[in-house]
């Protein structure tokens, strides 16, 4: 058939299926849409034709154009931004925890395991390691905050103060939990380093204040706050090695495939890991810095803690279980 | 006689195929368009968040009469700081034309692998792995050769704006099919370039008789030859003959003849169809 022909026969058809898509790009919901899969599909195997005759290139971009168009109204998403949050909460993001239980181990191990030597081999009179890792100036810093001597901070620090701090929590350690995620893409070295290096960093600050300072200050502010910040940190290690895992054994799948793959995953532990580290500056900014004297103190400020790493367990355990037929 | 398989080809046009069966084409954009747009929007961001700034600031004190120390402002140059790091891209990426301001000047978008429009998850994702594409890279503060600008920037919380040279992007980008970089290969997008373009199109006169290729084509090779005569007649008829003796293991023939020969082939691919 040449190429005159078959356009007279159709054009009619293309305008109409023209003047449709413009039509729902404007206001998707305002228009009839029943016929749209039907003529994608005609559409579609015009293209098909055309490319197959080898009708001018100008014909064939046409309908590949309009092929695009309507594709992009047939696969829109159509959930409400609500309910996507909820179910991302209540089952996406515990799920992938308990899926990549392995990964979350190995980003505990990583964590604890530096921290722990460095706190149990160091003593007042054995500050080798802790000299090696905290410098003069951050040492001067932890005296300044924690020190014997220092007046503990006790009803926040004004309103100016603690808003300042929430914004400088949420911009440096959400900025921390995306650079340890995106940098796992590189065979997951970059999540290993990150978490392996903030570990050792906290390790030598909780020493350095058990020889030194005020251990219950230290113990007083961080511990509300470290359920959530610590948690996230490990999470997002865990979508880090997630991704640079999968270029190491990417199985059957070529590596673009298996980056592609492991991306699925990943994504709703880095997302869960964000919002828990804006929950932590919350804490961090509005909570941590008050004393609860009537309350118990630093004592009363632990517990808070301790209750904020069982409730993580139980939602990290026993979320989002039971089965539903929808998905 | 197609001395290269058309899979392992580098083009500018790939092709994704849809669940309709059908295949498109989608026009990528390489590195250099996108860097200049990156270049362009990092100025754009900078200018953008000071903007914001001062507004929200000059929104807080003189028409909510705000009175407060210096410390909020701190606290709302910072949270605006880490928008606009993280979600200046993803804002416009996910807009109605799918591009931040860099890239529209620059006639790019950014769409999901088959065409259509990112999903926010995607653009998400994209704009996160910015932080590993930007490797080489560092922190500002490191930049600053002088020990006080280098304590002055730490303490107001600019500090840790990245720095990077985009070296593991361009990396990716030049040694995958659809020029993406680590981001876009996670997230399943590939940024193409918005315009269709519209080929001109001058034909020479056709043959009077078509005549049967000598040797078998492949599809390929024939759409090559239609779009040869199709268009023929934009160039001079030196650059013709040149182009057309390219072809010569096919026709065996020089010269003037050689076109000749390759708008006969034309006209039997159309007649036969």
């Given at each position: 058939m040449q190429e005159k022909i078959f356009e007279e026969i159709n054009a009619a058809r293309w305008r109409e299926f023209d003047a449709l898509l413009t039509a729902a790009e404007k206001n998707f919901s305002g228009v009839d849409l029943t016929l749209l899969p039907e003529l994608l599909q005609r559409q579609s195997s015009d293209l098909a034709l055309a490319r197959h005759r080898m009708y001018g290139a100008n014909m064939c971009e046409y309908l590949n154009d309009q092929v695009i168009r309507g594709y992009k109204l047939v696969q829109r998403e159509n959930t409400g931004l609500w309910a996507r949050v909820m179910s991302f909460f209540l089952k996406d993001f515990p799920r992938a925890m308990r899926k990549e239980w392995r990964l979350h181990v190995l980003g505990w191990l990583v964590c604890l395991v530096p921290a722990l030597l460095i706190i149990f081999s160091s003593g007042p009179d054995n500050m080798e390691w802790v000299n090696s890792v905290l410098d003069e100036p951050s040492k001067m810093q932890m005296e300044s905050m924690y020190g014997k001597d220092t007046e503990s901070l006790k009803d926040g620090r004004g309103d100016g103060g603690d808003f300042m701090m929430f914004g400088f929590y949420i911009w440096n350690n959400i900025s921390i939990d995306f650079q340890i995620f995106a940098c796992g893409v590189l065979f997951g070295l970059g999540s290993l380093y990150f978490l392996f290096h903030n570990a050792l960093f906290f390790g030598a600050i909780i020493a350095y204040i058990s020889a030194y300072g005020a251990p219950e200050k230290l113990y007083g502010f961080v511990s509300s706050h470290a359920p959530p910040e610590l948690w996230a940190m490990v999470i997002s290690g865990m979508a880090g090695m997630k991704l640079g895992f999968c270029l190491l054994t990417p199985g059957r799948r070529s590596r673009p495939a298996a980056l592609l793959h492991a991306g699925k995953t990943a994504v709703p532990l880095i997302m869960g890991a964000a919002a828990m580290t804006l929950l932590a500056a919350f804490i961090e900014g509005?909570?941590?810095?008050?004393?609860?004297e009537s309350l118990g103190g630093w004592r009363f400020k632990v517990w808070v803690g301790i209750a904020g790493w069982i409730a993580f367990f139980v939602y990290f355990m026993f979320c989002g279980r039971e089965k539903n037929l929808e998905t | 006689m197609l001395h290269n398989p058309p899979n392992n080809r580098i083009d500018t046009l790939q092709s994704v195929e849809m669940a309709e069966g059908v295949e498109v084409k989608t026009p990528v954009a390489g590195a250099f368009p996108r860097a200049m747009a990156l270049l362009l929007d990092s100025i754009f961001m900078m200018l953008l968040f000071f903007a914001f700034v001062m507004l929200l600031v000059f929104l807080l004190f003189n028409v909510f009469h705000f009175k407060g120390g210096g410390e909020v402002i701190g606290g709302i140059f910072l949270i605006t700081l880490f928008i606009f790091i993280w979600f200046y891209n993803f804002f416009f990426e996910r807009g109605k034309k799918a591009a931040t301001w860099g890239k529209r000047i620059y006639g790019l978008k950014v769409v999901s692998i088959d065409g259509t429009r990112a999903t926010g998850r995607q653009i998400f994702v994209r704009n996160i792995l910015r932080a590993a594409d930007y490797l080489p890279g560092v922190p500002?503060?490191?930049?600053?050769?002088n020990e006080d600008a280098a304590m002055l920037v730490m303490a107001t919380g600019v500090g840790m704006i990245p720095v990077g040279s985009y070296g593991i992007g361009l990396f990716s980008c030049l040694f995958t099919k659809r020029f993406q970089r680590v981001g876009d290969l996670v997230a399943n997008t590939v940024v193409i370039h918005t315009k269709t373009q519209v080929h001109a199109v001058s034909p020479i006169k056709a043959p009077d008789l078509p005549k049967m290729p000598r040797l078998q084509l492949i599809r390929e090779e024939e759409v090559a030859i239609r779009s040869f005569c199709e268009r023929a007649?934009?160039?001079?008829e030196e650059r013709r003959i040149e182009m057309a003796q390219h072809a010569e293991e096919l026709t065996q023939k020089q010269g003037v003849e050689a076109v000749e020969e390759l708008a006969a082939y034309s006209r039997w691919i159309v007649d036969r169809s």
């Amino acid at each position: 058939m040449q190429e005159k022909i078959f356009e007279e026969i159709n054009a009619a058809r293309w305008r109409e299926f023209d003047a449709l898509l413009t039509a729902a790009e404007k206001n998707f919901s305002g228009v009839d849409l029943t016929l749209l899969p039907e003529l994608l599909q005609r559409q579609s195997s015009d293209l098909a034709l055309a490319r197959h005759r080898m009708y001018g290139a100008n014909m064939c971009e046409y309908l590949n154009d309009q092929v695009i168009r309507g594709y992009k109204l047939v696969q829109r998403e159509n959930t409400g931004l609500w309910a996507r949050v909820m179910s991302f909460f209540l089952k996406d993001f515990p799920r992938a925890m308990r899926k990549e239980w392995r990964l979350h181990v190995l980003g505990w191990l990583v964590c604890l395991v530096p921290a722990l030597l460095i706190i149990f081999s160091s003593g007042p009179d054995n500050m080798e390691w802790v000299n090696s890792v905290l410098d003069e100036p951050s040492k001067m810093q932890m005296e300044s905050m924690y020190g014997k001597d220092t007046e503990s901070l006790k009803d926040g620090r004004g309103d100016g103060g603690d808003f300042m701090m929430f914004g400088f929590y949420i911009w440096n350690n959400i900025s921390i939990d995306f650079q340890i995620f995106a940098c796992g893409v590189l065979f997951g070295l970059g999540s290993l380093y990150f978490l392996f290096h903030n570990a050792l960093f906290f390790g030598a600050i909780i020493a350095y204040i058990s020889a030194y300072g005020a251990p219950e200050k230290l113990y007083g502010f961080v511990s509300s706050h470290a359920p959530p910040e610590l948690w996230a940190m490990v999470i997002s290690g865990m979508a880090g090695m997630k991704l640079g895992f999968c270029l190491l054994t990417p199985g059957r799948r070529s590596r673009p495939a298996a980056l592609l793959h492991a991306g699925k995953t990943a994504v709703p532990l880095i997302m869960g890991a964000a919002a828990m580290t804006l929950l932590a500056a919350f804490i961090e900014g509005f909570w941590s810095a008050n004393e609860f004297e009537s309350l118990g103190g630093w004592r009363f400020k632990v517990w808070v803690g301790i209750a904020g790493w069982i409730a993580f367990f139980v939602y990290f355990m026993f979320c989002g279980r039971e089965k539903n037929l929808e998905t | 006689m197609l001395h290269n398989p058309p899979n392992n080809r580098i083009d500018t046009l790939q092709s994704v195929e849809m669940a309709e069966g059908v295949e498109v084409k989608t026009p990528v954009a390489g590195a250099f368009p996108r860097a200049m747009a990156l270049l362009l929007d990092s100025i754009f961001m900078m200018l953008l968040f000071f903007a914001f700034v001062m507004l929200l600031v000059f929104l807080l004190f003189n028409v909510f009469h705000f009175k407060g120390g210096g410390e909020v402002i701190g606290g709302i140059f910072l949270i605006t700081l880490f928008i606009f790091i993280w979600f200046y891209n993803f804002f416009f990426e996910r807009g109605k034309k799918a591009a931040t301001w860099g890239k529209r000047i620059y006639g790019l978008k950014v769409v999901s692998i088959d065409g259509t429009r990112a999903t926010g998850r995607q653009i998400f994702v994209r704009n996160i792995l910015r932080a590993a594409d930007y490797l080489p890279g560092v922190p500002l503060y490191l930049l600053l050769s002088n020990e006080d600008a280098a304590m002055l920037v730490m303490a107001t919380g600019v500090g840790m704006i990245p720095v990077g040279s985009y070296g593991i992007g361009l990396f990716s980008c030049l040694f995958t099919k659809r020029f993406q970089r680590v981001g876009d290969l996670v997230a399943n997008t590939v940024v193409i370039h918005t315009k269709t373009q519209v080929h001109a199109v001058s034909p020479i006169k056709a043959p009077d008789l078509p005549k049967m290729p000598r040797l078998q084509l492949i599809r390929e090779e024939e759409v090559a030859i239609r779009s040869f005569c199709e268009r023929a007649g934009i160039w001079s008829e030196e650059r013709r003959i040149e182009m057309a003796q390219h072809a010569e293991e096919l026709t065996q023939k020089q010269g003037v003849e050689a076109v000749e020969e390759l708008a006969a082939y034309s006209r039997w691919i159309v007649d036969r169809s």
